[in-house]
């Protein structure tokens, strides 16, 4: 890429975090900027080790075999008319569009995602490495959007620490340069990180060492060290979400094994003899549900209806604050409830016996989770199966017990059968209802604050979980002997007697497990005091205020850092999951108003704002002279 040399005196912003999230704060100072900017000059620094666009999650560099967890239909970097926002719509294509463009010609592409790009459809699930092409397009097309005298500086290095007054400039110090990068204003996209060891994983850690054991911690699979996970030999997985279905390709595709689709359908998978044994459980002891495989139609329910901006800003006014179980859950559980009965009504009227504007009115007036308000579900649903029940489906597995492991296999496979079924099977159209309507909850809740790590379980068990494929490899795997389930309610330990790792669950009592290498498929927790990401630790001793679960607390808004008396830094700003206004994600579905879109689009206002007001130069400064960025920094 070309850059510019920055000039000593041009404002300057740096961006921590070259990912989908930093792209999409650059893209929002480009749209921006002729409004609340102008012409005016500006060094824009992207630090990141890791290529622009992508970033370290969505590089190039990693195994072909690994998807997203979207359809490429449902992939987008670009804002639309949904979107709340002050600042301009500009929209852009999705995955699935860009992908038409490249077969076009209207857009260049690396020639080693052709064959990629000609296979991807709609509603296919791309190759992250397809993805990551698709994510350096936007961050190209962003830095040709910023006016002439913006110019953007590319540092392939690790923050270390940003130091600074309030009231001044501040500087970001990093790695293996001496002088740091002066900054008038910083912005942290950091996207996820990695975390140290809690006191668990410490213990496990030196029993493995002890032992001559494999223990690996909490990670981004496709950087976790699985050449030590040997052929055939058994390994304990805790953690049944999308961690463990990286780690599933990984040592099975990904050491050589095959498929192939037998007469009726059914996959058949064909060991290479290289896989190791995977015994797999976790608190629920099921996979996530399986994406849904068809889109919406009809009649939509109008969202939001009972958890909307009203309710949050009457969470927000009471006097002695709120509690996320007590307070916002039952909102969420009405939300959803209604999204549900309003698209059962609607598409199947045959299976309910009451008219929906009878419904609708009864149920708007009913408290969350009374006894009144299922009371008015049992007469106006009969069949038990078209109600919602989150309770149930957060624990599938509560109160079923097997006599043995092999009974287990046999009912979970059942299980995941069922689930696929039902999430390609418009009949159950509900569901689709309910997915919507957790978005439109997820849109509200940056706004709430911290809410803990248990919500964002359920949403991604519910709303984010593997494509239908890759669950029909893993019943593939099962039948050939290469998954085994363990159950719900999973207990590891370490069995110091026998020198191994020993598991057990509630579903199948008094059975146990042992093997000599336990995998923890999951990703760490993004806390400020957990995390091994020096800067955002410092960030955190150097006054900015961590929320209750460890989450870095900002400005609900515009993402700006709060110190421990609840003030916002002028000089900085943090969006993303490690933050307690963090969004689903950095990119989206199409039309869904998304809140990380919003939040960009205000950081991105804020920042250029008060640049314009405080340190933009009075008079004019020359554009600096183009360049190549310095190979240190690439």
């Known amino acids: 890429m070309s850059a510019t040399a920055p000039g000593r005196d041009r404002p300057s912003v740096v961006i921590v975090g070259a990912g989908p999230r930093g792209t999409g704060v650059l893209e929002r100072i480009a749209a921006n900027a002729p409004e609340l900017y102008g012409d005016a000059p500006l060094d824009v620094h992207l630090v990141d080790p890791h290529p622009p666009g992508g970033g370290r999650i969505w590089r190039r560099e990693q195994s072909p075999l690994l998807w997203m967890n979207s359809m490429a239909e449902d992939v987008t970097m670009f804002t639309d008319e949904t979107v709340e926002l002050a600042g301009p719509v500009r929209p852009g294509p999705s995955l699935a569009q860009w992908a038409r463009a490249v077969r076009d010609g209207e857009v260049a592409a690396p020639p080693d995602l052709a064959d990629d790009l000609a296979a991807l459809g709609p509603r296919d699930f791309a190759g992250r490495r397809l993805q990551s092409g698709y994510l350096r397009w936007v961050h190209e097309e962003a830095v040709a959007a910023l006016p002439p005298r913006v110019a953007v500086h590319e540092h392939r290095r690790a923050a270390l620490r940003v130091t600074g007054p309030r009231d001044g400039r501040q500087q970001v110090w990093l790695a293996g340069r001496s002088a740091p990068l002066p900054a008038d204003l910083v912005v942290l996209t950091l996207g996820h990180l990695e975390a140290q060891p809690t006191d668990e994983e410490r213990r496990l850690a030196h029993f493995a060492d002890r032992h001559g054991l494999v223990y690996l911690p909490p990670a981004f699979t496709a950087d976790s060290d699985l050449d030590a996970l040997r052929p055939a030999e058994p390994v304990l997985v805790r953690g049944f979400g999308l961690a463990f279905v990286d780690l599933m390709v990984l040592l099975t595709e990904g050491r050589g094994g095959t498929y192939t689709t037998d007469a009726d359908g059914e996959l058949t998978y064909h060991p290479s003899g290289r896989e190791p044994v995977l015994h797999v459980g976790s608190r629920r002891g099921v996979p996530y549900h399986s994406k849904i495989g068809y889109g919406p139609s009809g009649d939509l329910p109008p ?332």
Request: a neutral charge.
């Open 303 to 634: 969202l939001p209806r009972f958890f909307g901006p009203a309710e949050v800003d009457a969470l927000l006014a009471r006097p002695g604050g709120f509690d996320f179980q007590r307070d916002v859950w039952p909102l969420i559980d009405k939300e959803l409830g209604f999204a549900h009965y309003h698209r059962l009504f609607a598409a199947h009227p045959e299976r309910a016996l009451m008219a929906w504007p009878d419904f609708e009115e009864k149920y708007a007036v009913a408290e969350p989770g009374s006894a009144a308000l299922q009371a008015l579900v049992s007469a106006a649903v009969p069949d038990p199966a078209d109600r919602l029940d989150l309770a149930a489906l957060d624990r599938p597995l509560d109160g079923i017990r097997h006599p043995d492991g092999a009974a287990l296999q046999v009912g979970l496979r059942a299980h995941i059968e069922a689930d696929l079924a039902r999430r390609h099977d418009p009949a159950h159209s509900p569901d689709l209802a309910v997915f919507l309507a957790l978005l439109s909850v997820y849109g509200q809740l940056p706004r709430l604050g911290d809410h803990g790590p248990w919500w964002h379980g359920f949403f991604s068990f519910l709303a984010s979980g593997p494509p239908g494929p890759r669950l029909r490899q893993l019943l593939a795997l099962s039948r050939a002997g290469v998954v085994r389930f363990l159950g719900a309610d999973l207990t590891v330990t370490a069995d110091e007697d026998r020198g191994v790792f020993r598991a057990g669950s509630a579903t199948v009592p008094g059975h146990w497990t042992r093997a000599r290498a336990l995998v923890e498929a999951r990703l760490p927790e993004p806390t400020v005091a957990g995390t091994r990401d020096g800067l955002l630790r410092a960030l955190g001793a150097d006054g900015a205020r961590s929320t209750a679960g460890g989450l870095l607390a900002v400005d609900p808004v515009d993402g700006r850092v709060l110190d421990r008396s609840g003030r916002p830094h002028p000089r900085r700003f943090a969006l993303g999951p490690h933050t307690d206004a963090r969004a689903g994600g950095a990119f989206t579905r199409p039309r869904t108003n998304a809140p990380a879109f919003r939040q960009n689009d205000a950081s991105a206002r804020a920042l250029l704002t008060f640049l314009r007001d405080r340190v933009a130069a009075p008079v004019p400064v020359p554009a600096p002279t183009p360049r190549t960025a310095d190979a240190a920094d690439q």
